[in-house]
């Protein structure tokens, strides 16, 4: 059984603590990947986080992945959600399971946020908790890879919305 866990953030959420707190909230990234890290490893596992305001590097970073032994993948792409066909082409192309994670509640704000490019492969949806999305997504990554895991995100969807 896989024991990593990898968090990974898109663009802008560097910025989490230092502004639009009524949206985002008042934590910055550091504070949650920090609690996210105590908190897998209280269970055993290895929760490494990674941030990055570039669309390449978000894919790159997914490709490494499996040779790294990643189990799982809990992601917030930002704006990409909404945008990226080719970073939904990566997680496809991992085929790991993956959480999707929103701080806000995109459903509720402007009509452009209602789409994703990666519900359909994600394992799950959070969104609208803040921080503690996160946490929930890391307690359920780790029971699925106890569990034996769930099976790996599809290869490519068959969604046609
Ligand atoms: O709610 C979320 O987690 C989002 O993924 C955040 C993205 C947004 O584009 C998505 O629609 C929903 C934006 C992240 C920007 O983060 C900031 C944090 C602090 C200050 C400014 C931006």
Redesign the pocket.
């Known amino acids: 059984m896989s024991k990593t866990i990898w968090v990974i953030h898109?663009?802008?959420?560097n910025?989490?603590?230092?502004?639009?707190p009524g949206?985002?909230g008042t934590a910055t990234l550091a504070q949650i990947d920090a609690d996210l890290a105590k908190f897998g490893s209280d269970q055993g596992f290895s929760v490494e986080s990674f941030q990055s305001n570039h669309e390449g590097a978000l894919i790159d970073h997914i490709q490494t992945a499996p040779a790294a032994g990643v189990g799982f993948i809990i992601l917030?792409?930002?704006?990409y959600?909404?945008t990226s066909v080719a970073l939904r082409d990566a997680l496809a192309a991992v085929a790991l399971p993956f959480i999707e994670?929103?701080?806000?509640?995109?459903h509720r704000?402007e009509p452009f946020?209602r789409h994703s490019y990666f519900s359909d492969l994600a394992v799950g949806v959070i969104?609208g908790l803040g921080p503690s999305g996160y946490r929930l997504a890391l307690q359920a990554a780790i029971e699925s890879l106890r569990a034996g895991g769930p099976a790996a995100a599809p290869a490519a969807s068959t969604n046609k919305g």
């Open positions: 898109g663009p802008n959420l910025l989490l603590g230092s502004r639009e949206i985002y917030n792409p930002a704006a959600t909404h994670v929103h701080l806000s509640n995109i704000r946020r969104a």
